[in-house]
Every structure is written in C-alpha cells, then in structure tokens.
C-alpha cells in the first residue's frame, strides 16, 4: 500500500499530526474491506507512527516503514523525491519473501477493495505471464495530464508476479530515468513499459477523480465487476443521510451477500403504467415515468464535477446524461435521496411507490456471458411497494 499522501498537490511533506489523522481516518476504511488472517498485505508508512495510532491493531495489515531513499543519487535531481520511496515499495514488499504469491495489488490508504471481484477479475488472467491490470482516470485531464495508459494507484492495479521480479531487478536504474515525474503511478507505469509490458484496463478499478456527488456513476455502473473505489473522503457520502464511513459500511452490507451484482445495472419496464427501472443492485433504484431505452439509462447522470472543478466538455472517459428537472426524464430515486418533482403523468405518477424491493438469483452473476441481467416487474400495485425480479436473459432477448 502507498503511504498517507495525496499526490495531486506540490506539498512534499506533511506534519506527523496531519499524518496521523488522515490515517485516523481512513482506519475505518480497511476495517470494511481487509480480511485478517486471510488477506495478505502490507501497509508503509514513510516515517514510524506516532504514539496516538500505537498499539498497531491486529484487524489491519502490519505496517512497515519504507527505506529512506536520501542515499540514492537520483533523490537530490528528482523534481518530487518523496516519491522514490513510494514507487521503492513494491521493491520492499517483494523481499519480504511472502510465499505462492500469484499478484501484487497496490493501492492507496483511502481505497477500498472488493476481494470476492478482484480474485475473480485476476482468476481471468494467466499469473504466469506479464500481467499490468488497472484502471485509467474517469476525467479526460487527469489522463492528459498523467498518462491514458497509466493504471491509477488510487485505485489500485494489479502485478503478475513474473512482471513484479523483472521490475525489482531494474528499478532503482529505473528510477533515475525519470527524475521528471511528480507522481510514483508514473515512474511505474513508465518502468513497466521499458519492460515491454501495456495496461491491460479493466473498468471496475475507480480512481473516482471526481468530486461532490458521485451517486450518478454508481447507479450507472459499466457492465463489470467493482473492484475498488477511491477518494470517497473527497466526494459527498455515497448515502447522502449517513456519513462517509457509515455509507462505506452500508454498502458493503450487499457486498458481503453478494459482490459479483454489486452496482450492477439491469433495466427492465412495466408497460402498462410505461415506466423504466434502472436497479443498481445493493446501492440504488430509479423508476422512470416514460420508456427510456436501455442505450440511454446506462449513461450515468452527470451528478458530479471534474477533479478540475472546470466543466469543460469534453470532461470525462464515458458519455455522461445532463441532470434535468423535466418530470418525465427525470427518475424517482430510491434508497438514495428522492426528488421532489411532480408527476409526468396523472394517470402513470409513480409518487405513490415508496419502496422498490428486488429479487436475485442465489447464484453470482457470470460475467463469462459478456451479458448483463434482465428483469421483471412483478407488482407496482401493493399499497406503496414494487417487486422486481433479476433473471438471466433469454438468448434472443431485447431490453423493452
């Protein structure tokens, strides 16, 4: 893991008090995601903690402290030399010796894994080859300003350990051929392309380079696995009437039932009353008061704003839907925040469902199928509830 920093600012050094309630902080996060005696990990700091984060808890990873990286001679050249020592612990985490190791994850303090869709994300890939899998910033300037073909470390990337041994063997060379770069996911990326390995994207590692309310990209998920989410003590709570730790924590209440549908998008109609549900499984439900095409729901609603805090489109790495207030495009919004907007339709007014309640298969969803999920409206007429059954789809099936 990176130590506590935020690699989008020219700060070089924090004071250890800051330092020690950021990570005060951000404790809570590993706490819903690290399995103790079965995750294997690591955590750096660049400096021993302080007495008021000591006793070290036995439900995080043990920590260590990087190696003071002054020595080198690359570290009185380097515009940012803080980073040495962040990029030098895949290095250090590589001697320790840990045994039958298949891939080296790495991420920063504030982010947050999904183990059950990583290991069955890395279970695609052969770990005897040279394998880089991570994801790309959700904001165009991010990547201009990095690289588009550089995985994120906020949220987190993947190493095959053959790739990991042909990197230790040359970093420190490495490192001194890129004095130039301010961030350590640079010199990596750009390490790891000397070794003549790409990216391999996946798009369920979420940089989330995005701030304010992000709840319009996670009711739209793409269509693949979560794997991490990063920068949530940045963007507004995910829940907007719990807090930041408490909504990590409600959200992984689903994920601990079933992570493969978590986020998941599956869309289906009521024609009768011709209404559109979009279910984000575990996190959110919209009702909609008009047929909307699944082609269209699937873009997420630009609840947010660029990491820039510049709109200026265009902004991001996905088609994004404008907010409205035109009742018959707008959604009703369940299990997030409601909107008070009035009906589309007096005869086909959603106003009195109170509470969507969805049923899923018991088995996980099978990403294999390169195929989402379908669903049926079973009920809209019991008093103030709508049920909703996911379903594999038929062979033929269109969503309509």
């Not at 339709?345 to 088995?363: C, L, Q």
Request: aromatic share 14%.
């Amino acid at each position: 893991m990176d130590p506590p920093r935020d690699e989008y600012t020219n700060s070089i050094l924090e004071t250890s008090k800051k330092k020690a309630r950021a990570w005060g902080d951000r404790i809570s996060y590993f706490r819903e995601w690290y399995r103790p005696n079965v995750t294997k990990g690591y955590i750096f700091f660049d400096e021993e903690p302080t007495q008021d984060i000591l006793p070290w808890p036995d439900y995080l990873p043990p920590y260590r402290v990087s190696e003071n990286t002054t020595k080198f001679e690359v570290y009185s050249r380097h515009i940012h030399p803080i980073v040495i020592r962040i990029v030098r612990t895949i290095l250090e985490t590589f001697r320790e010796g840990d045994k039958d190791v298949r891939w080296y994850i790495m991420g920063d303090d504030d982010t947050i894994f999904f183990l059950d869709n990583l290991v069955e994300l890395l279970g695609r890939y052969d770990h005897t080859k040279y394998f880089y899998i991570g994801g790309v910033s959700e904001c165009i300037k991010s990547n201009f300003d990095f690289s588009f073909e550089m995985a994120f470390g906020g949220a987190g990337f993947a190493l095959s350990y053959p790739l990991v041994e042909a990197l230790v063997a040359n970093l420190d060379q490495c490192i001194g051929v890129y004095p130039f770069y301010w961030v350590s996911d640079q010199i990596l990326s750009a390490c790891i392309a000397d070794l003549g390995v790409p990216l391999t994207p996946e798009k369920g590692f979420h940089q989330i380079d995005l701030v304010d309310d992000i709840s319009g990209l996670l009711s739209a998920h793409p269509q693949t696995p979560l794997i991490s989410l990063h920068h949530l003590d940045i963007a507004l709570p995910i829940f907007p009437k719990l807090d930041r730790h408490k909504s990590v924590r409600h959200l992984m209440k689903p994920a601990k039932h079933d992570q493969s549908r978590l986020l998941q998008q599956t869309v289906c109609y009521h024609k009768p009353k011709d209404w559109a549900f979009s279910i984000a499984w575990g996190y959110s439900a919209y009702i909609y008061e008009q047929f909307t095409p699944r082609s269209v729901l699937r873009r997420p609603f630009e609840t947010f704003t660029p990491w820039s805090l510049e709109k200026n489109p265009p902004d991001y790495m996905f088609n994004a839907r404008e907010i409205t207030n035109d009742s018959c495009e707008a959604p009703h919004i369940f299990y997030l925040r409601s909107r008070n907007l009035p009906p589309c339709s007096s005869n086909h007014s959603a106003d009195y469902i109170k509470k969507i309640r969805v049923y899923s298969p018991v088995t996980k969803l099978d990403f294999a199928e390169n195929r989402g999920e379908c669903c049926d409206v079973l009920n809209v007429n019991n008093k103030n509830t709508a049920e909703v059954k996911l379903r594999s789809c038929m062979k033929t099936e269109i969503i309509e």
